[in-house]
């Protein structure tokens, strides 16, 4: 009789089911490779807008700055052209008769005895050749000048289809990241083997329980 009883244990003992954690690690070992395919797909995708979303304006700023300064580099050489001719226009004042004779007849106004003076109107009103220029408008480029070629053709290519535009607008920023923060975590949620592992041994508990209640 014991020896009845014990063989019935040992036969109850291997028709218990397996632990959860146990179905978890089974089931989690026969994830499949469009599931693993679809987890690095949402992962690439949060990354790729998360790093749009950031990085573009920033990359915007920059190439705007840059072409501000090479503008205001240009205006600089221009002003220190024109300092070292007015020092030497002073240089000849001071030691050239010639020059000092041309300055009272264009500035005083004085002529020779026996001159007449027809005095025609300047193409250009007085002062505005040493008017400072306004500095250049910004460009709005997105990548500045001295990168391969092939960023320049990468952009024109996004450009014309409209891919640039939308995460330069700081209206659209915050919808962004929060379409990244969503993929990362649906895939972090459905698409790693612990939780397809956990998914499938809640789905074969249930149904288990149904076949019991049945």
């Known amino acids: 009789m014991e020896q009845v009883m014990d063989a019935g244990r040992s036969m109850d003992d291997r028709l218990e089911p397996a632990a959860p954690q146990d179905r978890v690690q ?10 693993r395919g ?7 995708t949060a990354f790729v807008l998360f790093a749009a979303t950031v990085l573009l304006p920033v990359l915007r700023d920059h190439t705007e700055l840059l072409e501000e300064e090479r503008a ?19 240089a ?3 030691d ?7 300055l009272a007849r264009i500035e005083l106004g004085y002529t020779r005895p026996g001159e007449t003076v027809v005095r025609v109107p300047p193409a250009i009103e007085p002062g505005t050749a040493n008017r400072p220029r306004p500095v250049r408008p910004r460009s709005g480029a997105l990548l500045p000048r001295g990168w391969p070629w092939w960023t320049y053709t990468a952009e024109n290519w996004a450009n014309q289809r409209g891919l640039i535009e939308p995460f330069l607008k ?7 990241l929060l379409m990244s923060a969503g993929l990362l975590v649906a895939a972090f949620v459905l698409f790693t083997p612990r939780a397809i592992g956990r998914l499938n041994a809640v789905g074969g508990t249930s149904q288990s329980l149904n076949a019991a209640t049945s």
């Open 92 to 94: 000849n004042m001071a």
């Open 38 to 44: 679809l987890f690095l797909l949402f992962v690439l």
């Open 96 to 102: 050239d008769p010639v020059t000092n004779e041309r």
């Open 170 to 176: 700081p209206s659209l920023r915050a919808m962004w």
């Open 72 to 90: 205001l580099q240009a205006r600089i050489a221009q002003l220190e052209d024109c300092v070292a001719r007015a020092v030497d226009f002073a």
């Open 26 to 35: 089974a089931v989690a070992a026969r994830v499949t490779w469009p599931q």
